[in-house]
């Protein structure tokens, strides 16, 4: 089963972004409603290389990646083609709760910039 038929499976939507899973997948409410961005990481678990990200649902936003990868159309070539070669194997986990989000986009710059083998095609292209 994929992800998003195991997202599915769980009946839950995009509008969940309120709640979050612990680590044996139980659903529970978001400890932290007042940080509302969400920094994360997608590993690639074949060859540990990392893609870094933030947004402000994080359910969604999972979804959306997968959905794009499973579609062939992710806009980041190098994501697709790691997904196209081996299958679905990446993982997301988040890294940080931000308050604001030029907070958040200065958490993912430093976690690129700190990563130069990471999927991210722009290093800091939210970064003012």
Same mark, same amino acid.
């Given at each position: *089963? %994929?992800?998003?038929?195991? @997202? /599915? /499976? /769980?009946?839950?939507?995009?509008? &969940?972004?309120?709640?979050? /899973? &612990?680590?044996?997948? %139980?659903?529970?409410? &978001?400890? %932290?409603?007042? *940080?509302?961005? @969400?920094?994360?990481?997608?590993?690639?678990r074949a060859n540990g290389r990392p893609y870094y990200g933030y947004c402000r649902r994080y359910r969604a936003r999972v979804v959306k990646h997968m959905g794009d990868l499973y579609l062939g159309q992710h806009p980041n070539e190098h994501l697709q083609a790691a997904f196209d070669r081996d299958g679905d194997i990446f993982e997301f986990q988040i890294v940080a709760k931000c308050s604001t989000k030029k907070k958040a986009r200065t958490v993912e710059a430093a976690l690129i910039a700190a990563h130069p083998d990471a999927y991210n095609i722009c290093v800091n292209w939210g970064v003012a």
């Open positions: *089963m %994929n992800y998003l038929q195991d @997202t /599915r /499976r /769980r009946g839950e939507t995009k509008y &969940d972004y309120a709640f979050i /899973r &612990d680590e044996q997948g %139980n659903k529970q409410l &978001d400890p %932290n409603p007042a *940080m509302p961005y @969400t920094v994360y990481v997608c590993w690639d």
